[in-house]
Structures are given as structure tokens and as C-alpha cells.
């Protein structure tokens, strides 16, 4: 069975830091692009992050750079996204996503992971 389990998620202060994992289970995530998106309350769903396939090739939204790092370890079939300095309006759920190319479409999707960024 196919499947993307994100985790890491939580409540966290201003300028404080999380790391997301992603892991893939009934295939090898180093053959997919993986995607990280984001959904607050009441707004559409924005891309933060993505890793390409071949030669991880990182990309960032605005929302995320400079502050957000993503990496993937194909050992143990995971990619992370290491949120720094985190902001309220970070806060959103994390979804993590898989694809043939950076450039989508994302054909497997985890349940996602809340992220609460709050004092």
C-alpha cells in the first residue's frame, strides 16, 4: 500500500524551530519529486518547499526561504523540512506530497501534520 505519513508537527513559540518528517511506505521516495504544502485556516492550500528526484535540486517559496530546509535521506525513506524561526503565520497544516517532477502533479498525499506557531 502506497502511503505518506508526515509527523513533527506541534505548538511552538515564535523563533522557535520544527522539523517535519515524511515517510513513504510501498515505494522508494528517491524516484518522486516531494513537495511540501501548507494550509492555514480559511485559505488555499500554498506550496513551501520541493526536492526534486535525480539530483535534489531544492526550491522555496518566499513564505519559506531562508528559513525553511528541505533534505531528503533515502536510507530510511524520508524527507524532512527543518522550519527555523517560525512566524504566527506559519501556523497551517503540513502536507507532504509525491511526484514524478518538481513541477507536479503530486499524485500521493499524506494526512498532514499541524503546525501551531503561538506564544
Known amino acids: 500500500q502506497v502511503q505518506l505519513v508526515e509527523s513533527g508537527g506541534g505548538l511552538v513559540q515564535p523563533g522557535g524551530s520544527l522539523r517535519l518528517s515524511c515517510a513513504a511506505s510501498?515505494?522508494?521516495?528517491?524516484?518522486?519529486?516531494i513537495g511540501w504544502f501548507r494550509q492555514a485556516p480559511g485559505k488555499e492550500r500554498e506550496g513551501v518547499s520541493r526536492?526534486?528526484?535525480?539530483?535534489?535540486?531544492?526550491y522555496y517559496t518566499d513564505s519559506g526561504k531562508g528559513r525553511f530546509t528541505i533534505s531528503r535521506d533515502n536510507a530510511k525513506n524520508t524527507v524532512y523540512l527543518q522550519m527555523n524561526s517560525l512566524k504566527p503565520e506559519d501556523t497551517a497544516v503540513y502536507y507532504c506530497?509525491?511526484?514524478?517532477?518538481?513541477?507536479?502533479?503530486?499524485?500521493?498525499w499524506g494526512q498532514g501534520t499541524q503546525v501551531t506557531v503561538s506564544s
Open positions: 506530497a509525491a511526484g514524478e517532477g518538481v513541477a507536479g502533479p503530486y499524485d500521493y
Open positions: 526536492i526534486s528526484s535525480s539530483d535534489d535540486i531544492t
Open positions: 510501498g515505494f522508494t521516495l528517491d524516484y518522486y519529486a
